[in-house]
């Protein structure tokens, strides 16, 4: 069984409001995940410590050609020594697994459970790859994810490997998927956990 997907109606106004004040781009609808909303809280209350300690919230400094100005850095913690996957799934579980498979493989690990979340994760960062589902809840959002996350790769001139993961055997989904851009394609049958292991080992 799906995790019941939690949402609340907000004030379109007030919810642009609340992500201009971190700098983010708001979701196109009023109906927003209340994961999203509490990621965007804790934004906000992180940004207003900084403001009453009287620190300058300032972007980090540009140092590697992989690291362009596209990118929306912050002050979010991560440890930017290690190499950095972006894992894009609405299922906790999967999330769970891949998340512990590639913290055993060093990577650090960043999760997104929906496409504006995914897209807003990958400007603060440079990540080695990106592994998401193609349906996110549909593939109608998968695609339109993949479209964005290969423009932001591109106009960053990024090395970043996108990967789609998907149940769906559709010869169609696999040839858009690769058209679109992604690196690889993998089906969720069998041990393709072990093909995705592989596939991280070679790159």
């Known amino acids: 069984m799906s995790e019941e997907r939690r949402t609340i109606e ?10 201009g ?10 109906n927003i995940n209340l994961d999203l909303l509490k ?14 300690s009287g620190e300058n919230e300032e972007k980090t400094t540009i140092t590697n050609k992989q690291q362009p100005a596209i990118r929306n850095f912050t002050n ?22 891949l998340g ?18 995914a897209i807003n994760k990958f400007k603060k960062r440079e990540y080695k790859m990106v592994v998401m589902d193609l349906f996110i809840p549909t593939d109608r959002e ?15 001139d990024s090395s970043t490997i996108i990967g789609v993961m998907t149940a769906s055997s559709k010869k169609e989904h696999r040839q858009m998927c690769l058209k679109k851009g992604a ?3 993998i089906e969720k049958v069998d041990d393709w956990q072990n093909e995705l292991v592989e596939y991280c080992e070679k790159g």
Do not use: C, W
Not at 77 to 89: F, G, H, P, S, T
């Open 76 to 97: 979010d913690e991560y440890d930017e020594n290690k190499k950095a996957v972006l894992i894009v799934d609405d299922l906790g579980v999967i999330t769970y697994q």
């Open 10 to 19: 907000v004030d379109t106004e007030f919810l642009e409001d609340l992500y």
């Open 183 to 185: 690196d690889f394609y």
């Open 142 to 156: 998968g695609f339109l994810l993949l479209d964005e996350l290969v423009k932001l790769s591109k106009m960053a």
């Open 100 to 117: 512990v498979m590639f913290r055993n493989l060093g990577y650090d690990v960043a999760i997104a459970k929906e496409i504006y979340d």
């Open 21 to 30: 004040l971190v700098g983010k781009i708001p979701p196109g609808e009023k």
């Open 39 to 52: 990621d965007l809280l804790l934004d906000i209350k992180r940004k207003m410590e900084h403001v009453k």
